[in-house]
């Protein structure tokens, strides 16, 4: 009935307060605030562990590491003969050295029309004298096998009194970021044209890129034979060669 259906739900209200009120009792009050300050020091502890990791990442030293870690490759040092020189005694032709992991290799052509010779140096640094002696091996071109060169002040200095000399402007050896294990030669030819040697790395191969220069000053490299675009332009800003992509190569 309904006076039957009034009185069960006032039963099941007041059961249902009865637990709210031994809630408030004095002493489940002081049970409770234990329990609060219990839990609270938990949070406080958890809090503590999930931030300390945080607070880690801005310390100075994390910091430091971070900016280690992210820092891009940069040249190497002691190889500032690294150069495209002339010799005199072959005004036609060119000479290039560059480090190597054993020393140094130098790529020499007397004439446009002469072979292009590769010979290999020993390398000796004197930081006092601010100078580098190359020990070459002169023997495949037929000459002696460890002529002394003293590399410094942009010149390389030979016991007959011949000096090659580094030459300036955009030819030079670079080193690209990109492939810090590698190195990239770029040369003006005597017709003018610019030719572009790259390796990526010491097993890959090396290849040969062509270049022109336009009045402009930008230098435009055919990358195609690597896959990259069919010309791509740069410029000289100081010690760099500043492609449009993005990418510098640095002047050793």
């Known amino acids: ?11 099941i209200l007041a059961l249902t307060f009865v ?3 031994v809630a408030f009792s004095p002493e489940n009050v002081r049970s409770s605030q234990a329990s609060t300050h219990v839990s ?9 562990v999930a931030i300390a990791p945080i607070s880690l990442l801005g310390s100075p030293a994390f910091a430091a590491n971070k900016k280690k870690e992210t820092q891009p490759p940069v040249p190497p040092t002691g190889v500032e003969y690294s150069g495209v020189y002339t010799d005199p005694n072959h005004p036609k032709g060119f000479r290039v050295v560059r ?3 054993k020393g140094a290799v130098i790529v020499l052509q007397d004439d446009p029309i002469g072979d292009v010779i ?22 495949p071109k037929g000459g002696p096998k460890d002529i002394m060169g003293i590399a410094g002040q942009g010149k390389i200095s030979f016991p007959d009194g011949n000096t090659w000399t580094k030459t300036s402007g955009i030819d030079g050896v670079y080193f690209d970021p ?5 190195y990239r030669v770029v040369r003006v030819k ?10 990526d790395d010491a097993s890959a191969p090396a290849m040969e890129l062509t270049g022109k220069m336009r009045q402009s000053g930008f230098l ?5 034979p690597k896959g990259g675009p069919k010309y791509l332009a740069a410029s000289v800003k100081g010690n760099k060669l500043v492609f449009t992509d993005g990418n510098a190569w640095i002047k050793l």
Do not use: Y
């Open 1 to 11: 009935t309904t006076k039957s259906k009034n009185m069960l739900r006032s039963i």
């Open 19 to 21: 637990p709210s009120a």
């Open 40 to 48: 609270a020091s938990r949070r406080n502890f958890v809090a503590g």
């Open 99 to 101: 480090a190597s992991e």
């Open 118 to 139: 590769k010979v290999n140096a020993k390398v000796k640094s004197n930081k006092k004298k601010g100078e580098t002696t190359l020990a070459i091996d002169f023997s």
């Open 178 to 182: 990109k492939h810090p294990k590698g």
């Open 190 to 199: 005597k017709d003018g044209k610019v030719c572009v040697e790259i390796q």
């Open 220 to 224: 435009f490299v055919d990358f195609s």
